[in-house]
């Protein structure tokens, strides 16, 4: 696609419940990142996928959060049993690696955690 | 470990007067370093970006940045603020394999008529 794109742009959900956010990264790039962006916590990083594996994790904040990239393609990061301070705009952003190279963001998943 | 420290939280001019937002960085090696910018319920862009080629860089949209290792500083400016550009505007560092990026807290410029 032209950009990167993110779905669902907006989530609401009860607190307890998992969520899936996907990210569909602009065509060709084999790097892909997940960070997330909270008032407060300023932009984070969470994951780092070259290919299908993540060779840095280092960012997720629990064991409920994971992510897995498919095909080279698509990501789609879970967070699981939700709590409020999950409450946050998850970005992700692609590029066509190696380094030198742009990172392109989408515009993020809103997620309200109630 | 790479860090930037962006030193006004908030900055404001009028309409036509030059703009100003500081970054510091912090890098064990010779660091890449962004500009991106944010407007409100929008994703980020990048405006620019240093790679250790020319000390200059131009970005888009009339912005330009200055790589000074001496000082380890990279101020993004403007010689004259229009009212599109308020926003929220990152400073970055990446580590070395583009791996990961490190953003500052941001500054919030605003723009008055």
């Known amino acids: 696609g032209a950009g990167v794109s993110q779905s669902p742009s907006n989530k609401v959900t009860e607190k307890g419940k998992d969520v899936e956010l996907r990210c569909d990264p602009i065509s060709g790039h084999t790097a892909l990142y997940w960070y997330r962006q909270s008032l407060g916590q300023g932009l984070e990083f969470l994951i780092y996928f070259q290919g299908n594996s993540a060779p840095d994790k280092s960012g997720l904040p629990s064991d409920r959060f994971s992510a897995e990239r498919t095909g080279g393609s698509v990501s789609t990061l879970t967070i699981q049993r939700t709590q409020q301070e999950d409450s946050a705009v998850y970005l992700c952003a692609s590029s066509p690696y190696p380094s030198g190279n742009t990172i392109y963001f989408g515009e993020g998943s809103w997620l309200t955690v109630v | 470990a790479q860090s930037v420290t962006q030193l006004d939280s908030h900055v404001s001019v009028s309409e036509g007067t030059p703009v100003l937002l500081r970054c510091n960085y912090s890098?064990?090696?010779?660091?890449?370093l962004f500009w991106y910018v944010q407007h409100p319920n929008k994703g980020l862009q990048l405006l620019l970006k240093y790679t250790s080629a020319a000390t200059l860089v131009k970005g888009i949209n009339g912005f330009e940045a200055e790589f000074k290792k001496s000082e380890t500083s990279f101020h993004l400016t403007k010689p004259s603020a229009h009212m599109s550009d308020a926003a929220e505007y990152f400073c970055v560092v990446s580590d070395r394999g583009f791996q990961k990026l490190v953003f500052g807290t941001g500054t919030r410029l605003l723009v008055s008529p």
């Open positions: 890098s064990s090696y010779s660091p890449s």
